[in-house]
């Protein structure tokens, strides 16, 4: 069964910075795509970010290209999310998610962990 686990979620000032993390365990983590996803309060789940097995592929959503960075350690079962200039618009719950694939669109990633919290303040 697969597990995630983010952590590193916080308040932080607006033109901050965050590192989310996501230990990953249940199934090979280096086979599968990694992701991450975030809900606002009254809105609907969106997708952020996402990296293929290998760690040689990243997609981002519009909104947090330029600011926002994916990575993964395959040796650690972890991947990461860092976040630099954040926006109050970043604020909301960020998951951790995974799919059955190497490499996964958006609708695709169907594992999510509990969540993080991410406050920003302007």
């Known amino acids: 069964q697969v597990q995630l686990v983010e952590s590193g979620g916080g308040l932080v000032q607006a033109g901050g910075s965050l590192r989310l993390s996501c230990a990953a365990s249940?199934?090979?983590?280096?086979?599968?795509?990694m992701g991450w996803l975030r809900q606002a309060p009254g809105k609907e789940r969106e997708f952020v970010a996402a990296?293929?097995?290998?760690?040689?592929?990243?997609y981002y959503t519009d909104s947090v290209k330029g600011r926002f960075t994916i990575s993964r350690d395959n040796a650690d079962n972890t991947v990461y999310l860092q976040m630099n200039s954040l926006k109050p618009e970043d604020t909301a719950v960020y998951y951790c998610?995974?799919?059955?694939?190497?490499?996964?669109?958006?609708?695709?990633?169907?594992?999510w962990g509990q969540g993080t919290q991410v406050t920003v303040s302007s």
């Open positions: 998610a995974t799919a059955d694939y190497q490499s996964a669109s958006p609708e695709e990633f169907k594992y």
């Open positions: 990296i293929n097995w290998i760690g040689d592929r990243t």
């Open positions: 249940g199934r090979t983590f280096s086979s599968y795509a």
